[in-house]
């Protein structure tokens, strides 16, 4: 069955940085195009970005364009988020999610269980 | 502020239908497909319509979807305790920069 497992949240300081890792199993991960989305505590769902299934387009919300990179190791069915100049507004859950076509339908059939990112001094 | 808007609560008793709706623009629900995600306490969203009316494999025709211009809807028919949960609608906009985008979130209470 299709799983996703992230890893790598914390507590940073502002301006500090964090990769996270998100370990993909059950379906063939060079296929799909994934995303990170994001979920401040309390408040709603924030899409983050979006990596094609061979990692050569990419797109970012503007919030965080310049700061994060996506990135993906398809040999090792994972996806990352390198997330550097960290800000309080970045403190959420951040989710890894599997787009439902082979494409950026913004459609995501498949999440993982989250991992929180607390930024505070 | 989200780029869609949803009310912030709905509420019905068991055995009730109850719609929520989500209001955008031509940049995103009017050109693009609509999803929806519920998302129980404490867990991950789970997909629950996409491409604006289909269903994935496991979720029950109690939950519906429809657009009509800039606005989508989800209908829940035969309301469980279960159903508790936040909804979400989502969608491509494809205005300066692509992106996707999300309602606010509805709170679903089952009274």
């Known amino acids: 069955q299709v799983q996703l497992v992230e890893s790598g949240g914390g507590l940073v300081k502002p301006g500090g940085s964090l990769r996270l890792s998100c370990a993909a199993s059950?379906?063939?991960?060079?296929?799909?195009?994934m995303s990170w989305i994001r979920q401040a505590p309390g408040k709603g769902l924030e899409w983050v970005s979006y990596?094609?299934?061979?990692?050569?387009?990419?797109y970012y919300a503007d919030s965080v364009k310049g700061r994060f990179t996506i990135s993906r190791d398809n040999a090792k069915n994972s996806l990352y988020l390198q997330m550097n100049s960290l800000r309080a507004e970045d403190t959420a859950v951040y989710y890894c999610?599997?787009?439902?076509?082979?494409?950026?339908?913004?459609?995501?059939?498949?999440w993982g269980q989250g991992t929180l990112v607390t930024v505070s001094s | 502020q989200s780029v869609l808007t949803q009310p912030p609560s709905v509420s019905a008793a068991p055995g009730q239908k109850v719609t929520i709706s989500c209001s955008g623009s031509?940049?995103?629900?009017?050109?693009?497909?609509v999803s929806w995600y519920q998302q129980l306490p404490g867990t991950a969203p789970k997909l629950l319509i996409y491409?604006?009316?289909k269903r994935p494999s496991g979720i029950p025709d109690r939950f519906s979807g429809s657009k009509s211009g800039t606005s989508a809807t989800l209908g829940i028919t035969g309301l469980q305790t279960g159903d508790e949960a936040d909804y979400y609608c989502?969608?491509?906009?494809?205005?300066?920069?692509?992106?996707?985008?999300f309602g606010g979130g509805t709170k679903l209470t089952v009274l």
């Open positions: 999610a599997r787009d439902r076509l082979l494409a950026a339908a913004g459609t995501f059939d498949y």
């Open positions: 059950g379906f063939t991960f060079s296929d799909y195009y």
């Open positions: 990596i094609s299934s061979s990692g050569s387009t990419i």
């Open positions: 031509s940049s995103n629900i009017g050109n693009n497909y």
């Open positions: 491409d604006n009316n």
């Open positions: 989502g969608t491509w906009d494809s205005s300066l920069s692509a992106e996707v985008v």
